[in-house]
């Protein structure tokens, strides 16, 4: 039997930073984020040699080990690892046997929270496989535990919840770890004109976000008060954003991220570099009307919002640099797992109908 899983990465569209501890503990967080038509995707192919075998397409990882109750987290495949041990910890599982292979549609590092959103398709194809007892509220919080607790990769928890419930959400952070998800019901119109007005591009540079993160968790504990007042600033854009996407007000969207955007280059000093500014530059210069670098910062995506009739001028003005732009629609669906059998079963099955 082979099981697939597939989740969608996500834009932030506003509030990223205010999830991440210690902010969240302290004051709480908001978030408005929207996942897209780019995914993560998990098969897993059951087998009976006594084996797991760990094919990571994006680490470009391929390895064997005999089938264990725990698999060392050795800097290979560090996800999938983290995954398979927690669950047979949690779940008092015998040692398994099967082969795993993952990829996604953008590249690690993108600010599309890749890593987190693979976290979750893993364990989706895990849940389908094993039919364990997790809802989208169990698999957001065991993903986030996994990647942030058990392999102490830095950090917020937004995208984990993402990834599972899918389409435009408005979250809220408290202490404790304590996630409240509230699903936005925005008008179908709205969402093609948000769609027709934003223009998706890639740096042609990943990053890692874990300095900028540790910065930004390194000023909040200091108390550093340009820092905190920015991300106070950047966490009522979520509020002031959610407004402007039910009422469908474009521009005041635009202006909302670039405000944030200026409020975000003060959380660190690697968020914002040359070639960044460069392609703000050139994107401001041709007709866009904001933007802002979707994730820590650094590199990976940058999200312009753009007079449509003007949207092909930005991105040929872009096309200049080292980078490319990225088509997508936002998605609604979230994480799901699904079952493939053998064709011989399935011709027995439809013989007895």
């Known amino acids: 039997m082979i099981i697939r899983s597939k989740a969608p990465l996500r834009l932030g569209l506003a509030g990223g930073g205010s999830d991440v501890s210690p902010y969240s503990d302290i004051y709480g967080g908001l978030v408005l984020n929207a996942t897209i038509n780019l995914y993560a995707y998990c098969t897993l192919e059951e087998t009976d040699d006594n084996m797991i075998v760990i094919n990571s397409e994006d680490s470009d990882c391929y390895q064997s080990y005999p089938s264990c109750k725990a698999l060392e987290i050795d800097g290979k495949a ?6 398979y041990n927690r669950l047979v910890k949690d779940f008092m599982l015998e040692p398994l046997s099967f082969k795993i292979t993952t990829y996604t549609d953008a590249p690690v590092g993108s600010g599309l929270g890749t890593s987190s959103t693979m976290v979750v398709c893993i364990l989706k194809a895990f849940i389908e496989w094993l039919g364990l007892p997790l809802g ?11 990647e942030r607790k058990d392999l102490g ?24 770890d304590l996630v409240i998800v509230n699903p936005l019901k925005i008008k179908r119109w709205i969402i093609d004109e948000l769609e ?71 959380m660190a000093s690697h968020i914002s570099n040359p070639m960044i500014q460069q392609a703000m530059d050139v994107a401001i210069q ?68």
Do not use: C
């Open 196 to 266: 027709a007005s934003m223009l998706l591009y890639f740096t042609g540079r990943s990053r890692s976000s874990a300095e900028i993160i540790g910065e930004q968790q390194k000023n909040t504990t200091e108390g550093k008060a340009e820092a905190i007042e920015a991300m106070h600033r950047i966490k009522q854009s979520a509020i002031d954003t959610k407004r402007a996407l039910l009422m469908g007000d474009i521009d005041e969207f635009a202006q909302i991220l670039k405000e944030a955007w200026e409020n975000k280059k003060k």
């Open 286 to 353: 041709a007709g866009a009307k904001a933007g802002k670098v979707s994730g820590a910062g650094g590199g990976g995506f940058i999200m312009f919002v753009v007079e449509p009739t003007r949207k092909k001028e930005v991105e040929k003005a872009l096309k200049k640099l080292d980078g490319f732009v990225m088509p997508f629609q936002f998605s609604d669906g979230g994480a799901h797992g699904w079952r493939i059998y053998p064709t011989d079963k399935v011709k027995k099955f439809k013989g007895n109908e």
């Open 153 to 176: 990769l830095s950090g917020g928890k937004q995208d984990q919840y993402a990834a599972t419930f899918g389409g435009f959400n408005y979250m809220e952070f408290q202490s404790n």
């Open 78 to 83: 560090s996800l999938i690892k983290g995954v």
């Open 136 to 146: 989208d509220y169990e698999t957001s919080r065991l993903a986030y535990e996994i």
